[in-house]
């Protein structure tokens, strides 16, 4: 099976990125691309370490309400706690990079291509600067090595 990688720089843009990642996310469900379309995102800077567990801590969900929050009832008359601050001022991160790698068998061409097509095309990822390696291209082997050594 050949891989096909996909590097995109978002910049300081850590919205965009988390939009990207979400984008991939809806397009492994829809397509069933579990272990055919693989993400990794690089993050340098002071504030790396920082940054990162920004999607882990959007995924889980709140065991307990907080004190602070407000109590409003619903439709039901169950109490609900909602947060004061839904949003939480985000830190300017340093440089965020995302590498994508597409592992499809032989008889999977036409979805390997219309993904390698799409994927450049679609609001987040145009404008991060969109560069696409095949096998045996230049710059092959440096984003393969890169996208094994990110966790």
């Known amino acids: 099976m050949a891989h096909i990688y996909m ?7 850590e919205e965009k990125a988390q939009l990207a990642r979400h984008k991939l996310e809806m397009w492994k469900q ?20 920082s940054a990162a567990p920004v999607a882990a801590e959007k995924t889980e969900k709140p065991a307990k309400a907080e ?11 169950k109490a609900k706690t909602e947060p004061e601050s839904e949003k939480k001022p985000v830190a300017p991160a340093g440089p965020v990079k995302l590498h ?11 979805t390997e291509e219309r993904l ?15 560069a696409v390696m095949r096998q045996g291209e230049p710059g ?3 984003t393969a ?5 990110l966790d």
């Open 140 to 142: 092959f082997d440096e």
């Open 67 to 77: 004190k602070s929050g407000k109590t409003v009832k619903t439709a039901k008359g």
């Open 116 to 130: 390698v097509k799409r994927i450049p095309g679609e609001e987040p990822f145009k404008d991060a600067s969109p």
């Open 7 to 13: 590097s995109f720089d978002f910049g300081t843009d």
């Open 145 to 149: 090595a890169v996208f094994d050594a």
């Open 100 to 110: 994508l790698r597409l592992g499809f068998s032989g008889h999977e061409k036409m």
């Open 30 to 49: 829809a397509f069933r691309l579990d272990k055919k379309l693989l993400y990794k995102f690089e993050r340098t800077g002071p504030e790396a370490h």
